[in-house]
């Protein structure tokens, strides 16, 4: 079985359109989603990649959380060094700008981060979200992000941020490997829930 990387970038080779959006197959966009996304894309020019906030949703389609996106280009610069900032399977991107960048790279994690931190790296301003609910994103236990694969995951992902530092000297970068350790996250997940 090709790996996810390999079929995003023959499908982004393959398609015509100027914008190009995604989503997995058990995921659910809302009927006016691509509508959105386009007025959005094409009101601002200087917009290369564009997420919305999302509905989570069980392996029953039942609704468990809302995830209300980071929003404005500056703000997502800020953050991404401290982890994903976009719901993947929600993004619409133009589709010649992904290609000038070189597509996805490789791997079986962590696609869709490693090409928003180059993305970044390019022009710091042109990803945003859009505020409305625009898409149903399923989780279940089989799902590449899922719990078994959590040390692959994070792995890929301090990678990731490693490189980014290397690369750019953005101290926050090396913040980003401290808010992902699991001793941290239990920490603020535990601070969390107790001032719920």
Same mark, same amino acid.
Do not use: W
């Given at each position: 079985m090709p790996q996810l990387p390999y079929s995003l970038n023959f499908a982004l080779n393959e398609a015509k359109g100027e914008f190009i959006a995604r989503m997995d197959? !058990? /995921?659910?966009?809302?009927? !006016?989603?691509?509508?959105?996304?386009?007025?959005?894309?094409?009101?601002?020019?200087?917009?290369?990649?564009?997420?919305?906030?999302?509905?989570?949703?069980?392996? /029953?389609?039942?609704?468990?959380?809302?995830v209300k996106a980071t929003k404005t280009p500056e703000r997502i610069f800020a953050k991404?060094?401290?982890?994903? %900032?976009?719901?993947?399977?929600?993004?619409?991107?133009?589709? /010649?700008?992904?290609?000038?960048? *070189? *597509?996805?790279?490789?791997?079986f994690f962590a696609e869709d981060y490693d090409l928003w931190l180059r993305v970044i790296q390019d022009s710091p301003y042109c990803i945003d979200n859009i505020d !409305?609910?625009?898409?149903?994103?399923?989780?279940?236990?089989? %799902?590449?992000t899922s719990k078994k694969n959590v040390i692959k995951n994070k792995s890929y992902n301090y990678a990731l941020l490693l490189m980014n530092f290397i690369q750019t000297n953005r101290v926050k970068f090396l913040l980003g490997l401290i808010w992902i350790n699991p001793v941290f996250v239990g920490v603020k997940d535990y601070i969390k829930n107790k001032f719920k």
């Open positions: 197959s !058990d /995921d659910i966009s809302m009927s !006016d989603r691509f509508s959105k996304q386009v007025e959005y894309l094409e009101r601002y020019k200087d917009i290369n990649v564009l997420g919305t906030s999302y509905y989570t949703i069980n392996e /029953d389609g039942i609704i468990t959380s809302k991404l060094p401290l982890g994903i %900032q976009l719901c993947h399977p929600s993004v619409m991107r133009r589709r /010649d700008y992904i290609l000038r960048m *070189g *597509g996805y790279c490789y791997g !409305d609910y625009l898409l149903k994103y399923r989780i279940h236990a089989s %799902q590449a």
